[in-house]
């Protein structure tokens, strides 16, 4: 098993929980630790629940986790709804003034902190987070320095008194606890490994700019909200224009309008934003503007669960906007490919000149990740397709941006170049533009012209690879898995190997193309196949069977708004295997 | 006996040298005697005599027989014809990525006053550098005669069916919103359009021109407050509208009593000659109580509005590097090192 350590810290909205996790993550990231950490918390501005789970370790931590080993409750609420997640060797931090503990189970320390002995709470609504955090780094083996030079850092536009404070409040807190609790047995690890800790939102906007895009813009929308954050704060510096827009259907349009004059263009949203940008997509199809739009799923239909995850938006993309086209879209497997996958994307978009769409979720979009630095390269190479960007003298009529070719791309020139004036429209069209249904419709033409476009398939499935088999090759079972699900399954694979049984993975990242034929062909040599995704009618394994008549053994599906743990997934197979039950659908454990 | 062929004559050139033709679009699919025909004239005529590089001009459009129209003027230039309501935001994408194209936009009344509505507010809003001109008709034709959110409330279809609501002025809502150019005329004004058309050109932020245009097919008749009868009747110029370019150096004596002039940024002038007394084209809530007191009267005023030739456009605002990014060259589209060095220091 992984050696890991997990803390929760929750509270009401406005309590100050993130604070002490953005403070933890740069201590464990400083010592050379993974992380990961995942954030559950509602649609309301002050009050509410959040909770905070970061874990950390020496090896890769790709998700939440099943466990916690410290509970930092900043109010009763938290106590009540979590103390019981802690098992023999955890312990629980908490302002013994305003929080009673109840009852922990056997082997969990409870320790209290006396906050109205150990600091003036009229002058520091906050002490208790800064003592707690104090606490539990005295605890978990961390030098009190570490955390000195991060509270410095975290509060460098304050005064100096204020950091004073900060400082010593955090070294109360840490003394207390040296002399008062019992330290974890292990203290945490370090190694000289440095790595880059962001969220999936920032991966993607600065995967974007890697991609050489030049114009971004988005309507507010959660959890895609951070692209935006991200990218406005980034904009001067990384000469970027960015512009909040009245709703969806101005952002892909604007994008489109952008991408049409000659750039890079890029947007995101979650669901019901992209519900509106339907229409743009076929716009951008038929008028062979490549634009790249993000959808970072939550729970819906409708306003939905604004706050949680899901992988529901599958169907949508694969039937948004009317009509036959082609299009690319693909899911990122972890915050690290929400970077790398926007360069590849932009590529085969551009390639083809057609929408790609990023099928992203709240897991990763908001949860942040300790990343190689190395892995987010921003040089990767970037293909415009067939672009023509030179003007080619004065002549006018000759240039016909729909030329009809064997691949299906026509050459695309950017306006304003004198010699390649042209004709964009989304009616549809013959090779100069021009409307072919206005007096009569032209079948010919209208035949050609569609046949040119989805000539383009070919390319595009060509550009992008089939999935590979993860995993012993003689496995029990094969676990089928898109996107973001990739680091949960991975670990819930290690617990069932642990309990003697073989688990190999397929993880889906592009999802058009599919690769169906070589899916089936990895498939067809597996014992057993079940396909695990966080929603209720199995979409991808709905579209596996549409695509190649695919059946899969079993289904694992949680729709609760909360991601997998790997535990949900290591005893949902055992109980598969065991016969007992074709879907599985694992309880969340906990109320966030 | 020796004959001299006479050459024949050199076709009459603008001032950058392309004759009229150069100007001219496909043939029209609209409706013979539709008003739109005659706008595309006039736009014809005014980016001729203004010398205007075709080339650098990018046609705009939604859906709709008004915006069909880009296809029949001006050919040698790009044209985007958009979907329905949507060229608002299609334009300012593609203008903001390429600032020096001159952006003419071309929508109809239920383009832009239905389902484009959304976007033509924000539009105003941002003084974008491009001309938005409406076809205003009253009425959907492509889809045979509904009414339309600019009909006049009793306006009567040709199968009888009145009109139940009021019109939205388009005009009204653009000065409220931030256009720094507005105005209404009528596609069998000649006079009047071609040198509203011609101002436009001159003026550097958003021009909003509602230009009524008879549907001859489907909104041209007797209770129609769209049709030629009725603009003859009750067509009201608020002033006669006389353009003056840059490049024509005419010094006009002008009776500053009854003439408003104003200079536009690139150095033309726009001179007014006042019908309506006290009439003042830069007092926006001036402009706006004409348009109303105008609706109680039942007539239609024509003529430019409200104009502000200084206020900043929407690229001025905006602080953009001076080339266009659409044409950066590949090494300048990735933030450079310094920049990248700052951002990873930053997740560390």
Known sequence: MRQSFAIGIGGAAGQGVATPGDIFAKIFSRRGLHLNAYNAYQSIIRGGHTFLTIRTGPEKVTNMGDRIDLLIPLNQDTMDRHLSLLSAGGACIYNADTIKPGTPAEGVQLCPLPVSKLADISKNKVAQNTLAMGAALSMMGVGFQALESVLAEQFRKKEQAVIDENVNLARTGYDYATQNFQAFPHPLPMTDNRYAVLSGNAALAMGGAAAGVKFYCAYPMSPSTGVLHWMAEHARKANIMVRQVEDEIGVINMAIGAAHAGVRAMCATSGGGFALMSEGLGLSAMAEIPVVVIDCMRAGPSTGVPTKTEQGDLWQMLGAAFGDYPRVIAAPLDIGDCFTLIPEIFNIAERFQCPGIVLCDLLLSEGRLSVEPQALDFNPPIDRGEMITSANGNGHGEYKRYLITESGVSPRAVPGLPGYTHTVSSDEHAEDGVLISDEYTNTVKRRAMMEKRMRKVQGIEASAPPPELQGPADADVTLIGWGSTQGVIEEAREQLAEQGIKANQLQIRWLVPLHGDAIVGILKGSRRTIIVENNFSGQFARYLRSETSFLADGHIRKYDGEPFMPHHIAEAVKEQLAGETTLSIPAHEVMV | ?348
């Open chain 2, 1 to 348: 006996m020796a004959t001299t062929a006479t050459p024949p004559p050199a076709p009459k050139v603008n001032r950058i040298g392309l004759p009229v033709l150069d100007y001219r679009g496909g043939k029209t699919t609209l409706c013979a005697g539709c008003g739109h025909n005659a706008i595309s004239e006039r736009i014809i005529d005014s980016l001729y005599e203004m010398g205007i590089q075709p080339e650098r001009v990018m046609k705009l459009s939604g859906i709709g027989c008004s915006s069909k129209s880009p296809a029949y003027f001006l050919s040698r230039a790009h044209s985007f014809n958009s979907v329905h309501g949507r060229m608002p935001s299609v334009a300012t994408g593609a203008l903001l990525a390429n600032k020096t194209m001159m952006g003419l936009g071309v929508s109809g009344d239920g383009d832009t006053a239905s389902i484009g509505m959304g976007q033509f507010v924000h539009l105003m809003r941002r003084n974008l550098p491009m001309i938005y001109i409406i076809e205003d008709n009253g009425v959907y034709g492509l889809t045979k005669g509904q009414f339309s959110a600019t009909a006049d409330l009793g306006s009567k279809l040709k199968t009888g069916v009145i009109n139940d609501l009021p019109a939205i002025d388009t005009c009204a809502l653009a000065i409220q919103l931030g256009a720094t150019f507005v105005g209404r005329s009528f596609s069998g004004d000649k006079k009047q359009l071609s040198a509203m058309l011609k101002a436009a050109i001159a003026h550097k932020g958003t021009v909003m021109l509602d230009v009524i245009s008879p549907c001859v097919t489907f909104n041209d008749h007797e209770g129609s407050t769209k049709s030629y009868k009725y603009m003859q009747e009750h067509e009201e110029a608020i002033a006669e509208v006389g353009f003056v370019p840059h490049f024509e150096d005419i010094s006009v004596d002008y009776d500053a009593g009854s003439t408003f002039d104003v200079r536009m940024h690139d150095g033309s002038h726009l001179r007014l000659h006042k019908l309506h007394e006290n009439y003042n084209p830069t007092d926006r809530v001036q402009a706006v109580k004409a348009l109303m007191e105008a609706h109680e009267k039942g007539e239609v005023l024509t003529g430019v509005f409200y104009i502000d030739p200084e206020k900043p456009t929407f690229t001025e605002l905006l602080n953009m590097v001076d080339d266009p990014l659409a044409t950066l060259p590949q090494e300048r589209t990735r933030p450079s090192k310094q920049v990248l060095d700052e951002i990873m220091n930053r997740l560390k």
